[in-house]
């Protein structure tokens, strides 16, 4: 009785296990890949008039699944038959076979029935056969050389029940699954086309193969080959398919790598690709597909042809390499596309981001991977560029610093100075473009939260749009002095005056009994600063963060917001005079608790710079029609008389966001930083804010 060998059982044993759906159809798979290899024996170049029927029965079902694999091949003949029975034959080698598909079947079912009519002489005969894992005998024949019922060749397998729990927990269970599994697998078959037909039977349902997929595929496909110098010759055939051809792979752009003709292992090629979606004749969204053939391959695939035997450093390679090719030859024009888009999204990015522009464009966008197009892929690409090019510049200054205590001064020290001053001026520009930036974005916010709670005018509901505006500025219910507070620290007062960029010293819509040590009342002053910072405060020059303790307060500022729109003043604590001296009263000559209990008095003589921010509309304007304007005739200004030393100043909400945008307009200039397109230009208000000789290239690309 013939047997496979002496012990199977332990050959089957040590066989790789399944770990996804794809390695659980593999025994269906090389069923599969023999019925093309015996229709290929019986036709030859007919090839594609052959068909092969798959058909499965109770695919949710496991133990009671059935799967039937018939083709009208050559058949077992003698030489196959004996072929079929030896383990590690070599029968199929130049197709790539290595004589051990079949043991898969016995590792995956528990019961293998093979049918086969074949030639033999003048005559057909047939053969029927029970394979089993059993060392004693794996072939059991229920029918042997006798003659066929008609003259169709071709063999059929059953497989029934899935016999480990390897593959039971790993064979899809969903018709949809199994096909977009089964697709995957033998697409780069069915896309280069040629081979036998396939029809699927699920249950009833048919599918059928390469119209499934060929169907899918978009114009003619397209041919290229290449030398490497490690790989040889290799042939890519690439084609622009619907994106239902990537169903059930990873990723949307694929590389087949095929052996003797037989996908071995598809790749996700997005990132060496870079364009999401292609686009070829009129259709858009669009994957590619390019499978990948060479006699390098051929000799390096294992012996299931499940996987090659090279490293994944190695398998990287040839993707790329391939990946470059099918760019140059197969998809120029889209590339080209893609890489103006990609160059002008990084323009932006660094317009944003200034600092990582410390190289010309062409040489940041080869440090990054062709796939970056967003502002996270360019930051994360030239992040480890931009630390190494600031370590070097500091290496350099440290170098030059030592040579200065060198006796004899290096004769190219005048060169080397020039060098290092450059660079420090560069780098320091670099860094004052990104502090632009990031106040241009929040002026733009801010000016479009003040347009919006003015088009609402004196709606009711919308006291939080004038908190969120209040928090924006400064967030509330704070003491910036407390460290444990972090909001406390990302406040954006530098809007209201540049001395208070730094600020710590202020308290945002607290009560004054919680700010001052004794006394004060539920007042809530939208903001006290009593530390103006590098400016008009009293600081330790050690330690400009801190208040000096020894000496009292004799500046301090106060800042109310009303609400933009606001036309209401109605009420007697309406009015803004009223409301401010109410606030000094309880300061003037009393004590600020800062968070960590530490006191500090207000001097008696403190200069108080108090500020409204409203606009001067309705009641309010009624209000303070006796007052002086202020120097560009927009905004009010009273001096405190009397018991108080100051003034009070009530600015329009636009002048306030207007100073802010020629402050940073201003910054930008001072440091030459312009660039083609305009950074920090003010957006359009109702009236001209700021004159820009550049306004007219705002829409310009740039």
């Not at 059982?9 to 015996?38: C, D, I």
């Not at 954006?492 to 700010?515: I, N």
Request: glycine fraction near 6%.
């Amino acid at each position: 009785m013939p047997a496979l060998s002496n012990n199977i059982e332990n050959r089957v044993r040590k066989l790789p296990k399944p770990s996804n759906a794809t390695q659980g159809l593999q025994p269906l798979f090389e069923a599969v890949s023999n019925a093309m290899f015996a229709l290929e024996d019986r036709l030859e170049k007919d090839v594609a008039k052959g068909r092969i029927d798959i058909r499965v029965t109770n695919l949710a079902r496991p133990d009671k699944i059935e799967i039937v694999v018939a083709d009208a091949g050559i058949g077992l003949d003698e030489k196959r038959y004996g072929a079929f029975c030896q383990v590690d034959t070599d029968f199929k080698h130049a197709r790539g076979g290595k004589g051990v598909g079949r043991l898969f079947w016995l590792d995956a079912f528990s019961s293998i029935k093979v049918e086969s009519t074949y030639a033999a002489a003048d005559t057909i005969q047939r053969r029927a056969f029970d394979f089993v894992l059993n060392n004693m005998e794996q072939v059991v024949p229920h029918q042997e050389g006798v003659p066929a019922n008609g003259t169709d060749l071709g063999t059929t397998i059953t497989f029934k029940g899935l016999r480990t729990k390897d593959y039971a927990d790993h064979f899809p269970r969903r018709s949809d699954t199994f096909l977009r599994y089964f697709s995957a697998h033998f697409i780069a078959d069915f896309l280069v086309g040629g081979g036998p037909r396939l029809v699927v039977d699920l249950d009833g349902d048919l599918t059928e193969y390469p119209k499934a997929v060929v169907d899918l595929t978009v114009g003619m496909p397209q041919e290229t080959t290449f030398q490497h110098k490690e790989f040889g010759t290799l042939t890519i055939l690439g084609f622009t398919c619907q994106a239902e051809a990537s169903t059930g792979l990873e990723g949307r752009h694929q590389l087949h790598l095929l052996a003797n003709g037989r996908t071995v292992e598809t790749r996700k090629v997005d990132n060496l690709l870079g364009v999401t979606d292609l686009e070829r004749d009129g259709k858009k969204e669009l994957v590619f597909h390019g499978c990948v053939s060479g006699e390098y391959l051929d000799l390096r695939v294992n012996e299931g042809r499940t996987a090659f035997n090279l490293p994944e450093r190695t398998l990287k390679d040839i993707s790329r390499a391939c990946m470059e090719i099918v760019k140059e030859r197969l998809l120029p024009d889209q590339i080209a596309k893609f890489a103006k888009e990609r160059h002008d999204n990084y323009v932006d990015f660094v317009e944003r981001y200034p600092t990582f522009g410390f190289d010309t464009d062409e040489t940041q966008l080869k440090r990054v991977p062709f796939h970056a197009k967003a502002p996270e892929d360019f930051a994360s690409g030239l992040i480890k560029y931009q630390i190494r090019r600031e370590e070097g510049r500091q290496n350099s200054l440290q170098e030059l610093i030592d040579s200065l205590d060198l006796e004899e001064i290096p004769i190219n020290l005048e060169a080397t100075v020039a060098s290092a001053v450059k660079e420090i001026q560069t780098s320091e520009q670099l860094a004052l473009a990104q502090h632009v930036v990031r106040r241009k974005l929040a002026l733009e916010l801010l000016d479009k939260l003040i347009r919006r709670i003015r088009a609402r005018e004196d709606k009711e509901d919308d006291n939080h749009l004038e908190r969120t505006l209040h928090a924006f500025i400064c967030p509330m219910r704070v003491m910036g002095d407390d460290a444990s507070e972090l909001k406390s620290r990302a406040h954006d007062l530098w809007v209201v005056d540049e001395r208070l960029a730094f600020t710590r010293a202020f308290s945002s819509d607290k009560r004054l009994d919680a700010v001052l040590a004794e006394g004060g009342s539920s007042d809530r002053p939208d903001l006290l600063v009593w530390n103006l910072a590098y400016g008009l405060g009293v600081t330790d020059a050690d330690n400009p963060d801190t208040v000096d303790l020894s000496e009292p307060l004799r500046s301090m500022m106060v800042v109310e917001f009303k609400k933009p729109g606001r036309t209401v003043y109605a009420k007697a604590e309406d009015n803004v005079e009223q409301q401010i001296t109410k606030y000094l009263a309880q300061l003037k000559g009393g004590e600020i608790e800062t968070f960590d209990r530490a006191k500090v008095r207000v001097a008696d003589d403190c200069i108080f710079h108090c500020y409204v921010v409203a606009d001067i509309r309705g009641d309010l304007e009624q209000q303070l029609s006796s007052w002086p304007t202020t120097a560009n005739g927009q905004g009010r200004v009273r001096p405190l008389n009397n018991a108080y030393r100051g003034q009070i100043e009530v600015i329009q909400w636009q002048d306030l966001i207007n100073d802010a945008w020629m402050r940073n307009r201003a910054t930008l200039n001072a440091a030459g930083l312009s660039r083609n397109r305009p950074t920090t230009m003010a957006p359009k208000a109702e009236a001209p804010i700021v004159d820009d000789e550049n306004d007219e290239d705002d829409d310009d690309e740039g």
